[in-house]
């Protein structure tokens, strides 16, 4: 086992935009996805914290040299890069980083494992803003779903867009990613309802037991599931008139709701 | 009356980034806000249909030279400047444009009118995400709120991703800007609600006649309405779990669907 770094080396400051590491976390921050490692980039301490709480491995954490988490990094037994202000401000994509990036291993769950569970199951099909999906996810778990089908075609879970609009749901509940959506047609006795504002009213739908697929924001759900689904649209005062995760955090409270009540 | 400019002059491709009115367009984009002229940026031919749909003077129209809506634009009745893809590329600030802007004047509305409309009030305080702020719109009017609050430090109603997010709501819902909190602390019959994680349960809250302020996605409500508000919260299996537009969208449909089932 060799020695843990002396805390002068934990402060040495990184400089190069050409080191490896810091290219790899770029490339996968401008396009949303994994570095090649096949890390998922957290940008915030908040997420950072909700991942050692959810006992996710932080494999390395880039902190600004004039980050307020400096000495709380330098302390922590987690691996740690220090950045120069530039170099941090050239990797990442938000101010709301306050200066703390974490790279995290994060596997997604089968689909039957989620099916199985209980609660309601989320299906993405095509939800193209990562803010949408990531709200989402964030209302899934809070409503007491199994879990999140991110079908193929949508946006990333690992986009850390997706991760921040999570607020951390990503971390713990469980979800399934680059899934084709006829594997959702035979899910056991789970009813298949589609979100979808010319559906039959959300008061008089079943919502026991239930795939709830969400549809991109401009054409909906996509032919595969919408032909076989049941369509359930909130009623409201226009016609499509509730944002993609406006819609499902609706459906989901009240599927919610009526366990609660009953 | 000047005689309308000839389909020769309407084609004529501006390309100089130094023309006044594309330097106060692009400024207003960059910073989130409305034009030198006091008008708003809308960014997408949906907005600018929704926009005629509803009546509001629209002042200008730019459309990018490679846009499929530029024969239609060309057509019509409105203002017209067509830029350089280049120069349009310059000016907008996101790739769902569809090479369309527009400029329309829009008044808010004074507090008291909105006040006195029947449904919820929703105020906004310190709402930072113009995403959010929009998104809130757009659900207010879909539950039927009476319009929409944007406190002093807000995000701008003007700044045209809160009109993007607001998908045309904005538009048609009355809605007042930079409004002191002090000034809801006596609004007539109203109860004034806070959404907070730590508020008393929704289903216990009594939702008729309110103002359900939003607070900001970091720190909630703030003091001055915070002391005299009923905070409410959307059960939910992890305290802080919800995007401040899910809670908003989840306390105005429950006040929507009581009414109903009353």
Same mark, same amino acid.
């Given at each position: 086992?060799?020695?843990?770094?002396?805390?002068?080396?934990?402060?040495?400051?990184?400089?190069?935009?050409?080191?490896?590491?810091?290219?790899?976390?770029?490339?996968?921050?401008?396009?949303?996805?994994?570095?090649?490692?096949?890390?998922?980039?957290?940008?915030?301490?908040? =997420? !950072?914290?909700?991942?050692? *709480? #959810?006992? +996710? $491995?932080?494999?390395?954490? /880039?902190? %600004?040299?004039?980050?307020?988490? &400096?000495?709380?990094?330098?302390?922590?037994?987690?691996?740690?890069?220090?950045?120069?202000?530039?170099?941090?401000?050239?990797?990442?994509?938000?101010?709301?980083?306050?200066?703390?990036?974490?790279?995290?291993?994060?596997?997604?769950?089968?689909?039957?494992?989620?099916?199985?569970?209980?609660?309601?199951?989320?299906?993405?099909?095509?939800?193209?803003?990562?803010?949408?999906?990531?709200?989402?996810?964030?209302?899934?778990?809070?409503?007491?779903?199994?879990?999140?089908?991110?079908?193929?075609?949508?946006?990333?879970?690992?986009?850390?867009?997706?991760?921040?609009?999570?607020?951390?749901? =990503? !971390?713990?509940?469980?979800? *399934? #990613?680059? +899934? $084709?959506?006829?594997?959702? /047609?035979? %899910?056991?006795?789970?009813?298949? &309802?589609?979100?979808?504002?010319?559906?039959?009213?959300?008061?008089?739908?079943?919502?026991?037991?239930?795939?709830?697929?969400?549809?991109?924001?401009?054409?909906?759900?996509?032919?595969?599931?919408?032909?076989?689904?049941?369509?359930?649209?909130?009623?409201?005062?226009?016609?499509?008139?509730?944002?993609?995760?406006?819609?499902?955090?609706?459906?989901?409270?009240?599927?919610?709701?009526?366990?609660?009540?009953?």
């Amino acid at each position: 086992m060799p020695a843990a770094p002396s805390e002068t080396a934990r402060r040495a400051v990184l400089t190069s935009s050409a080191n490896p590491l810091i290219k790899s976390v770029r490339r996968a921050v401008r396009r949303g996805g994994l570095t090649d490692a096949g890390l998922v980039v957290l940008e915030s301490p908040h =997420l !950072l914290d909700e991942a050692v *709480a #959810a006992k +996710i $491995p932080v494999e390395m954490t /880039l902190v %600004s040299e004039r980050s307020k988490h &400096l000495e709380d990094a330098v302390r922590s037994k987690l691996p740690l890069r220090v950045l120069s202000e530039k170099l941090f401000a050239e990797v990442a994509s938000t101010e709301s980083t306050q200066g703390v990036l974490a790279l995290v291993r994060l596997d997604p769950a089968p689909l039957d494992a989620i099916l199985a569970r209980p609660g309601p199951v989320v299906a993405l099909d095509a939800v193209q803003d990562p803010g949408n999906a990531g709200t989402i996810v964030r209302s899934a778990e809070a409503f007491g779903a199994a879990g999140v089908v991110f079908l193929k075609g949508c946006a990333s879970p690992f986009n850390p867009k997706t991760m921040r609009a999570s607020a951390g749901s =990503l !971390l713990r509940l469980p979800f *399934a #990613a680059n +899934i $084709p959506p006829r594997l959702l /047609l035979d %899910s056991g006795d789970r009813t298949l &309802l589609a979100a979808d504002a010319s559906g039959g009213p959300l008061p008089e739908a079943n919502l026991k037991n239930i795939v709830l697929a969400i549809g991109s924001e401009a054409h909906g759900v996509g032919p595969v599931l919408r032909q076989a689904a049941q369509a359930v649209s909130v009623p409201t005062r226009h016609v499509e008139s509730l944002n993609a995760a406006a819609a499902a955090t609706v459906i989901l409270y009240e599927a919610a709701r009526r366990t609660e009540v009953r």
